[in-house]
């Protein structure tokens, strides 16, 4: 849908900027032509006002009538004035880079370069058309309907194109928030593994899989670990240290385990080594060399 802003000053030209707009609403809606714009709202800063309400549309026309540069007693002029409206409306439409096109009515000229305030310069150079009040009225407001139809139409293929990116970039961040809220509800608080984990396993380690052996406490033991390490351990909470010895940590009581069992296997064979070579030496110093048993 074509969106046309008008921009005029009253005492100038309302007449004739009220059948511009009633045939232009004819052609094209009422939702579509904007011309009191600035009704704005109290409390509410017309600059913005205006800015929004022109960001909005397709193209801007500027009516412009004999009294357009609004003049005042004592040789000043209400388009000098940084905060007139109208000037406002044309300095806004011309920033955004919109479609400016002058419409001369009621014997109005464009003004010359010299004659408009410097952020109003570059609306000499747009091209605009007149449209006579007169006999010529339909003849000319149709002559302005057909010269803005390519510019309607460049601007609304514009914005087909640029729409479906629009809408692209609108929805990645709430995209990014529905995953995050799901990624939220699928995820459980660490004080709720905290609390259900046994004491002494954290989280992490309860929920680490095990590769190289068997899940104890927060430690992985390995697969050489012996049986009998388990066994030894359990012998050692009975016979060595009782108290002293549950401080070690897994690994450490794993480690003294097998040192131990490695110790008692050494003091085993030393002792069965030197059983055997006490009888054998008893056997060589009886006479005959025969076998007697020492008591």
């Given amino acids: 849908?074509?969106?046309?802003?008008?921009?005029?000053?009253?005492?100038?030209?309302?007449?004739?900027?009220?059948?511009?707009?009633?045939?232009?609403?004819?052609?094209?809606?009422?939702?579509?032509?904007?011309?009191?714009?600035?009704?704005?709202?109290?409390?509410?800063?017309?600059?913005?006002?205006?800015?929004?309400?022109?960001?909005?549309?397709?193209?801007?026309?500027?009516?412009?009538?004999?009294?357009?540069?609004?003049?005042?007693?004592?040789?000043?002029?209400?388009?000098?004035?940084?905060?007139?409206?109208?000037?406002?409306?044309?300095?806004t439409a011309l920033r955004n880079g919109m479609p400016v096109v002058p419409v001369l009515v009621e014997g109005g000229a464009m003004p010359n370069i010299d004659q408009l305030p410097d952020s109003l310069k570059e609306f000499v150079y747009r091209n605009g058309l007149e449209v006579d009040s007169g006999r010529d009225f339909e003849q000319h407001i149709e002559r302005l309907i057909r010269s803005m139809e390519p510019i309607l139409?460049?601007?609304?293929?514009?914005?087909?194109?640029?729409?479906?990116?629009?809408?692209?970039?609108?929805?990645?961040?709430?995209?990014a928030q529905q995953v995050g809220e799901d990624r939220q509800r699928v995820e459980v608080p660490p004080a709720v593994l905290e609390e259900q984990s046994p004491r002494g396993v954290s989280s992490q380690s309860r929920l680490r899989p095990s590769r190289e052996g068997t899940l104890v406490g927060d430690r992985v033991a390995p697969q050489w670990v012996p049986r009998a390490?388990?066994?030894?351990?359990?012998?050692?909470?009975?016979?060595?240290?009782?108290?002293?010895?549950?401080?070690?940590?897994?690994?450490?009581?794993?480690?003294?385990?097998?040192?131990?069992i490695i110790f008692l296997c050494i003091f085993l064979y030393w002792t069965y080594l030197l059983a055997a070579g006490t009888l054998e030496h008893s056997e060589q110093s009886l006479p005959g060399g025969s076998k007697q048993l020492i008591r």
Avoid at 2 to 22: E, K, L, N, V
Avoid at 153 to 175: G, L, N, S
Avoid at 231 to 256: D, E, G, R, T
Wanted: charged share 30%; aromatic share 10%.
């Fill in 229 to 260: 390490s388990e066994i030894a351990i359990n012998v050692v909470h009975f016979l060595l240290w009782p108290i002293f010895f549950q401080k070690f940590s897994n690994m450490l009581k794993y480690f003294i385990a097998t040192v131990w």
């Fill in 153 to 175: 139409a460049r601007q609304t293929e514009e914005q087909t194109k640029t729409a479906p990116r629009a809408e692209e970039e609108r929805q990645q961040p709430e995209a």
């Fill in 1 to 91: 849908m074509p969106r046309i802003a008008i921009s005029y000053r009253r005492d100038d030209s309302a007449g004739i900027t009220g059948r511009i707009f009633d045939r232009l609403v004819a052609r094209y809606g009422g939702d579509s032509v904007f011309r009191d714009v600035d009704n704005i709202p109290l409390g509410v800063d017309f600059r913005e006002h205006i800015n929004t309400v022109l960001a909005q549309t397709d193209i801007t026309l500027v009516v412009v009538g004999k009294r357009w540069f609004g003049p005042l007693p004592r040789r000043r002029r209400r388009i000098d004035d940084p905060t007139d409206p109208v000037r406002v409306k044309v300095e």
